[in-house]
């Protein structure tokens, strides 16, 4: 159903189902999650890091940034962090 706004019409979802697909519609990917790129605590920095040593295509990237070998594995990068 239509819900008047302000300016204009909007459609009102009713089921979380309908939600995400309009969201996905939208072209946002994110699951309905907001994620700070730049954590503050020294917690959320290090779980941010490992999560990121899980993907290989991260691990090349962060071994060309520090200037060591490819073939830089999960084990090695989780202990850069911690």
């Known amino acids: 159903p239509l819900v008047p706004t302000d300016n204009a019409l909007a459609l009102a979802s009713y089921s ?3 939600r995400n697909m309009e969201r996905l519609a939208s072209g946002d990917a994110s ?4 994620y700070d790129n730049f954590p503050t605590s020294e917690g959320s920095k290090k779980r941010r890091g490992i999560t990121g040593c899980k993907i290989p295509s991260a691990r090349r990237q962060a071994a060309s940034i520090l ?7 999960e084990k090695d990068c989780n202990a850069r962090i911690l």
């Open 16 to 18: 979380s189902n309908a």
């Open 31 to 34: 699951g309905g999650s907001s």
């Open 67 to 73: 200037g060591i070998s490819s073939s830089f594995s």
